[in-house]
T-cell receptor
Framework: QKEVEQNSGPLSVPEGAIASLNCTYS??????FFWYRQYSGKSPELIMS????GDKEDGRFTAQLNKASQYVSLLIRDSQPSDSATYLC??????????FGQGTTLQVKP | DVKVTQSSRYLVKRTGEKVFLECVQD?????MFWYRQDPGLGLRLIYF???????EKGDIPEGYSVSREKKERFSLILESASTNQTSMYLC???????????FGNGTRLTVT
């Protein structure tokens, strides 16, 4: 079974700090990776896609991919209380199916 | 923006009832998916479809079936609802096999 692993948390950071969310995956054939944000009781919302090694920045969000280490991360700069949510990492492998991690709960304290 | 619409936000059904969950997307996406999400178990794929009238089993298809008669509509059917099917059900679509999924708002189903 191909897996995506995340620390369930909660990860607690003060407002204005950098939140670092991490994810590892087992399928070396995975080519595409996504981060979703899910507020309690709501559906997942796509916030970042990354397809090649290195960093990809979008506003306060930076996704990082290291295929050699099979590692994906999401950095959130200047964290706000509104960033408090569960963050799901997902990988798309050769099967064409998206494999989700269990999610990391982030709490940003004012 | 992609819009994926699930017909009901909340649904309460009785054990043994046949239940239909409807999902419609407006972006002409080829692929559609049904997941359920439970605390501690994450998102689990029930069924998916890459084309009209085509369906594939996901990781937990038992007790469910699907129908895709039109490209934009993907229905999940619980043939005889049971209490262990109480869950949040999420429909999603994507244009192709390399793109991320776009989710509907979800249907919280309670089976009593």
């Amino acid at each position: 079974q191909k897996e995506v692993e995340q620390n369930s948390g909660p990860l607690s950071v003060p407002e204005g700090a950098i939140a670092s969310l991490n994810c590892t995956y087992s399928d070396r054939g995975s080519q595409s990776f996504f981060w979703y944000r899910q507020y309690s009781g709501k559906s997942p919302e796509l916030i970042m896609s990354i397809y090649s090694n290195g960093d990809k920045e979008d506003g306060r969000f930076t996704a990082q991919l290291n295929k050699a280490s099979q590692y994906v991360s999401l950095l959130i700069r200047d964290s706000q209380p509104s960033d408090s949510a569960t963050y799901l990492c997902a990988s798309l492998g050769n099967t064409g199916k998206l494999i989700f991690g269990q999610g990391t709960t982030l709490q940003v304290k004012p | 923006d992609v819009k994926v619409t699930q017909s009901s936000r909340y649904l309460v059904k009785r054990t043994g009832e046949k239940v239909f969950l409807e999902c419609v997307q407006d972006m002409d996406h080829e692929n559609m998916f049904w997941y359920r999400q439970d605390p501690g178990l994450g998102l689990r794929l029930i069924y998916f479809s890459y084309d009209v009238k085509m369906k594939e089993k996901g990781d937990i298809p038992e007790g469910y079936s699907v129908s895709r008669e039109k490209k934009e509509r993907f229905s999940l059917i619980l043939e005889s609802a049971s209490t262990n099917q109480t869950s949040m059900y999420l429909c999603a679509s994507s244009p192709d096999g390399n793109s991320p999924l776009h989710f509907g708002n979800g249907t919280r189903l309670t089976v009593t």
